[in-house]
């Protein structure tokens, strides 16, 4: 039934009814006849002057605004274009306005093509602007909602010009690199009177639209209802009766729903990516423009909230926009300007380790809360490639129980089963999961947004609320005016989901009440795509690594000097070092955002994030050094000593220095856990030698036999006393495949995706393999010869030159160590191409094992579903390992987290050449190592993770007086457990926190030794906060504790020193 005053079109035409409705609000056809030209019915241009700022990319950061508005402004004119790219151009713009504009909106509307700011004249940024095609989402600045007579001015605004749009500043396709001259114009700048009424029925009729649009196509008759409404306001207007359509669109809007209509949390937000398609500078920027932005919303809203994710970007905020910091706080306080999400920076799903995840929420928490009172209680990561299957255990530990994502609908092979579900991690915990079912973070607020997110919905019946979040992301933005009055009109209309403006924690309460109608997920939560980003700009990835342990060690010596010293004695040199420590790990969870460490972002980003991981690996030397001079003291002749950072004893070949090293430079020594010793050379139980027989060369130390052939591939692989060969098969196979069995063999494939180029491998690059030194792909080999011979280590240095590349390694086996080292290094000038080293053994296993995040993740090697066959590069840390159940192999690496596991071959992906958005990604130098560990036993028995821990921690040499014994501060009695971090807290109390975890899969008790002079131990979580005491014995000067573990679990401790 039509509503009162609706009368039906004379015709039964949809093909002429619906588009006519839509013509009458097209900016593009018939616009001076129907309602887009009457929306501003008077205008006038403003006189206008230019300043171009000195410099380029992040040159505004040195001026204040007083310093800019005391620059020479020379007058200009529309049509005048401004660049290059990068650049910043300041307008000041001075206008009256005529007293006949009295009672009506008066907006500045501007279009520079590009993205751009308004300030006003006493220093404030008001708001952003974004505007061009198809980028015109916020052209507008309104200066008053009802302008008054004799208030015409003059008036002073300025518009800060960036040469950039909001999605970068290529001329080409979205992902192709920006080009380095481009120069916007500048085609309007004015002051205009906006019709109200005009603007009320233009916003009425695309709601109307879309409606009708939508409904008819699901065969609703609600959507005829729709377009009659619709048609006759056009008539109505076209009759000059615009007060009576107005009255038309209320009436239809007034119609509610049913009480069990699905429901859409509105949440506004925008997704600011911290780099993506421009720099970390001019991220800092967009967060002004967006901020201000929804601040201006909030003024004529009061329904309005916005929800802001990354502790990083709100301290932007507040450290280059102070004044708007302060209003944004006072937003804060009235609950409509949230913070969401809990990190530092929305981080790579995959990459960090363990304490990176913990520390992104550690220091994200603690800004919220200092800055604003507010404890986050969700994990808010929307545009991640894939999460890891410890995640869950660890936002447990950091008392978050709420994960919100939509990025697993991009996967390109299975649908995803659920929007609504418990997840489960490797070690049990739980938390629960929501997708937003309308797949996107960027909602425009469209009726075919609002019917999708409802019908995509896979947990019908089962949740009744769905996310809907809305507002221009990726560049930032944010919501619009145009999307707020369009939900005023859909929060209950009739034939779409309601909506209603909550709060994440409203909407996840709501949920939460629905929970045990939700099903389980286990695991990973893997996405089909982007997987390519595992491996794509290696140094991100190898920066990353070693920015992580290097500050591990830090803490470490850190938290030592402190128990030295005592708290008082140590006063000073721990709050230094915790500011020093603070700003290095912003810096590296920085640059763990999720376009920068995988590796998916324009050329400019990397030169500044390899300054950002080099200044704070150089921050964590300082600290430790530092806290090192501090528990040795100054005093007296010093010389080397060896320091272990790890919680067991090693024993390794290192290099040291001085004669005293006996042969050569290297020395085998022994030093205890988490301890110290002088660098005295020990005999090795089980030396090293080399030999060439028949071509081959033969590396063996009473540990482990190999061979290597004359293309450097592994052809025989043993533990010394077991005739199984991880590279031959047995003599008694029966199985009737003729494959050859080598390690290290490298293969070049070709690597074109289907468009994400640094995102994306696709799974037919497994069809195109070339082996780089089989002998038969033509390439230049450099013949294998021996570099290195004595007791303690062996090497046999090859080489390959091939297409614009040339790689060389040295393959080495030291003493007393089970480990075939492959010191690599490679100059890369390919286009498109993969390399990976493939492990092709003669181990039998459905299943291979991946280091991760505090614990590791079984994976198949079959293809039975269509699951298992999707995940061909997968991502894992510092080792996998394929294995039968007494004995197997891994293999170890320094820097890379690309795998394949796929039937008996195993393969780490060490270098890709994508040309988009940086054409020159990887292109260059790179040194790396991996190793190959055959072992008996399972992984566990073989000690796999604590062989990776020690391939990537290096022991240290630093300095101490010459008197200094042996010492061991704190190790770990007991199997499965692995102390990683030992931290001062962050409080700056003095107290100490420790945190370990189960690293086997089985229930493991230990015992904590501690060489400290402990007072008291408490349970504590990740935010730090002291539980429940701990019972420790002491006996002459060591603080027992011991502890136990579920498989997998995370736990920390918090002592009191004296």
């Not at 410099?55 to 007083?66: I, L, R, V």
């Not at 009672?103 to 308004?118: F, T």
């Not at 949740?463 to 930032?476: E, I, K, N, R, V």
Request: glycine fraction near 8%.
């Amino acid at each position: 039934m039509s509503d009162p005053g609706v009368q039906a079109s004379i015709h039964k035409n949809l093909k002429t009814t619906l588009p006519r409705v839509y013509n009458y609000i097209n900016s593009t056809r018939f616009r001076e006849v129907n309602l887009v030209d009457r929306l501003y019915p008077d205008s006038k241009p403003v006189e206008l002057s230019h300043w171009a700022l000195p410099g380029g990319s992040g040159a505004w950061e040195g001026w204040s605004f007083a310093e800019i508005t005391q620059q020479t402004f020379s007058p200009t004119s529309i049509g005048s274009s401004y660049g290059p790219t990068w650049t910043t151009h300041w307008f000041r713009l001075v206008f009256t306005i005529p007293d006949e504009w009295a009672g009506s909106e008066v907006q500045l509307r501007w279009s520079s093509n590009s993205e751009a700011a308004v300030w006003s004249e006493d220093g404030k940024i008001l708001q952003g602007l974004s505007t061009g095609d198809p980028d015109a989402r916020r052209s507008c600045y309104t200066i008053t909602t009802n302008h008054q007579a004799g208030q015409g001015g003059p008036y002073t605004f300025y518009v800060e010009m960036a040469v950039n749009k909001l999605l970068g500043a290529s001329e080409g396709d979205l992902i192709d690199p920006p080009s380095p001259d481009v120069y916007y114009t500048v085609s309007r700048a004015e002051v205009a009177r906006l019709d109200g009424v005009v603007y009320k029925l233009t916003r009425d009729l695309e709601v109307l639209h879309q409606l009708a649009e939508k409904l008819i196509d699901l065969n609703d008759q609600r959507g005829y209802q729709a377009l009659y409404t619709a048609n006759q306001m056009v008539n109505s207007i076209i009759a000059g009766e615009d007060s009576v359509a107005s009255s038309l669109a209320d009436e239809y809007f007034s119609k509610g729903n049913g009480s069990r209509s699905h429901t859409l949390a509105t949440i506004g937000n925008c997704h600011i990516d911290s780099a993506w398609l421009w720099p970390y500078t001019e991220t800092k920027r967009k967060v002004a423009r967006s901020f201000s932005s929804q601040l201006a919303l909030m003024d004529r809203y009061p329904e309005h909230i916005f929800v802001a994710s990354q502790a990083q970007q709100w301290a932007w905020c507040k450290e280059y926009y102070p004044e708007l910091y302060a209003r944004v706080l006072e937003r804060v306080a009235e609950g409509r300007f949230l913070p969401v999400g809990s990190t530092w920076t929305e981080m790579d799903g995959n990459i960090p380790s363990g304490e990176s995840f913990i520390r992104q929420f550690l220091h994200g928490q603690r800004f919220f809360k200092k800055e604003l009172g507010i404890t986050c209680n969700e994990f808010w990561l929307p545009d991640t490639f894939g999460y890891s299957a410890q995640i869950p255990a660890l936002m447990n530990h950091m008392g978050l129980k709420r994960f919100l994502t939509q990025k697993m609908s991009w996967s390109l092979v299975n649908r995803f089963p659920h929007h609504n579900f418990t997840w489960e991690g490797i070690d049990g915990s739980t938390v629960l999961a929501h997708f937003p079912p309308g797949d996107s973070y960027s909602m425009q607020v469209t009726v075919e947004e609002a019917v999708k997110t409802e019908r995509n919905l896979q947990d019908k019946g089962r949740a009744s609320t769905s996310a809907f979040l809305f507002g221009y992301g990726d560049g930032g933005g944010g919501p619009t005016q145009d999307m707020l009055e369009k939900i005023q009109r859909l929060k209950d209309s009739d034939g779409c989901p309601r909506m209603s403006m909550m709060t994440p924690d409203q909407m996840f309460t709501q949920l939460e009440s629905e929970q045990h109608n939700f099903c389980r997920w286990v695991g990973e939560l893997y996405l089909e795509l982007h997987n390519g980003t595992y491996t794509t700009h290696a140094a991100m990835k190898r920066l990353c690594r070693q920015t992580e342990f290097e500050l591990r060690d830090a803490e470490l010596l850190l938290c030592q000097a402190v128990a030295t010293l005592g708290s008082q004695g140590a006063s000073q040199l721990l709050q230094e070092s915790l500011t020093t420590l603070e700003g290095a790990w912003h810096k590296l969870l920085l640059n763990q955002f999720h376009d920068v460490l995988p590796g998916s972002g324009i050329a400019m980003i990397y030169p500044e994030a390899q300054v950002l991981y080099n200044e704070a690996i150089q921050a964590a030397i300082t600290v430790r050094d530092n806290a090192a001079a501090a528990v040795f003291g100054n005093a007296g002749e010093k010389t080397e000593v060896l320091v272990n950072t790890l919680p067991w004893a090693r024993t390794e070949v290192v290099t040291v220095g001085g004669s005293k090293a006996g042969a050569g430079s290297y020395a085998m020594v022994s030093v205890p856990s988490m301890g110290i010793a002088s660098p005295t050379s020990l005999t090795p139980t089980s030396p090293v030698s080399v030999t060439e027989v028949d071509g081959k060369y033969v590396l063996e130390n009473g540990m482990i036999h190999a061979e290597i052939d004359s293309f450097g591939r592994v052809t025989s692989l043993k533990v010394v006393g077991d005739e199984r060969d991880v590279f031959q098969p047995p003599s008694y196979q029966t199985s009737e495949t003729t494959e050859e069995m080598y390690g290290n063999q490298l293969m070049l494939y070709d690597d074109e995706p289907l468009y994400w180029d640094a995102w994306d491998v696709m799974d037919y690059h497994l069809e195109t393999p070339v082996v780089l030194n089989d002998g038969k792909s033509g390439y230049t080999i450099t013949a294998p010869v021996i570099v290195e011979n004595s007791a303690l280590i062996c090497s046999v240095r090859w080489g390959v030159t091939f297409g614009s590349s040339t790689l060389t390694q040295d393959i080495q086996l030291t003493a007393d160590s089970p480990l075939l080292t492959f010191l690599t290094s490679v100059t890369w000038g390919e286009n498109r191409k993969f390399l990976k080293t493939v492990q092709s053994t003669s181990l039998h296993s459905n299943k291979a094992s991946f280091d991760i995040q505090f614990g590791h993740l079984e994976r198949p090697t079959h293809m039975n579903t269509s699951w298992d066959s999707a995940r061909y590069e997968i991502c894992g840390h510092k080792w996998a390992d394929i294995s039968e159940p007494d004995w197997g192999v891994a293999v170890l690496n320094d820097s890379k987290y690309g795998w394949m596991a796929r039937g008996h071959t195993l393969a780490l992906s060490l270098l890709r050449s994508p040309k988009a958005p940086d054409a020159s990604a990887d292109i260059g130098d790179h040194t790396f190592k991996y190793a190959l560990f055959p072992h008996l036993g399972t992984l566990q028995q073989a000690g796999v993770m604590k062989r990776g821990y020690e391939f990537n921690t290096p022991i240290l040499h630093l300095q101490a007086p010459a008197d200094r014994g042996e010492e061991t501060w704190v190790d770990v009695t007991g199997e499965g457990v692995v102390l990683h971090t030992v931290k001062p807290a962050e409080d700056g109390s003095g107290e100490i926190v420790l945190r370990l975890y189960e690293c086997n899969g089985t229930r493991s008790k230990v015992t904590l030794n501690l060489k400290w002079p402990v007072t008291s131990v408490k349970a504590c979580d990740g935010m730090e906060v002291a539980g429940s005491d701990i019972p420790f014995t002491q006996e002459e000067g060591v603080t027992s504790v011991p502890l136990a573990f579920t498989p997998f679990a995370i736990r920390a401790v918090r002592l009191t020193l004296q």
